[in-house]
């Protein structure tokens, strides 16, 4: 069982930053790929970003490359998501997922509960 808890959300102008953080309870985090999701109102749950049990290899959405980072650190038990240059379609709330490494979903096991970003234009 992983229990995931996100914080960092807010409000913020476009063209700024904020880092989001995922804390994992539990000894297996490294056991698991990590990726982050978004939900706008109205819309469907979407892919972000998602990154290997080691951090080597990481996969984003094109609405996002060359923006956001996704990073770990499994001494910490922790995954980040650094998003810069934030636009207004970028508001949502974010969820980060532990599972398989993959785009999908369904093939995440274990979902936090959500952090709001919300960026003016």
């Known amino acids: 069982q992983v229990q995931l808890v996100e914080s960092g959300g807010g409000l913020v102008q476009a063209g700024g930053s904020l880092r989001l953080s995922c804390a994992a309870s539990?000894?297996?985090?490294?056991?698991?790929?990590m990726g982050w999701f978004r939900q706008a109102a109205g819309k469907e749950r979407e892919f972000v970003a998602a990154?290997?049990?080691?951090?080597?290899?990481?996969y984003y959405a094109d609405s996002v490359k060359g923006r956001f980072t996704i990073s770990r650190d499994n001494a910490k038990n922790t995954v980040y998501l650094q998003m810069n240059s934030l636009k207004p379609e970028d508001t949502a709330v974010y969820y980060c997922?532990?599972?398989?490494?993959?785009?999908?979903?369904?093939?995440?096991?274990?979902w936090g509960q959500g952090t709001q970003v919300t960026v003016s234009s």
């Open positions: 997922a532990a599972g398989a490494l993959a785009a999908e979903r369904a093939e995440y096991d274990y």
């Open positions: 539990g000894r297996t985090f490294s056991r698991y790929a």
């Open positions: 990154i290997s049990r080691s951090g080597g290899s990481t």
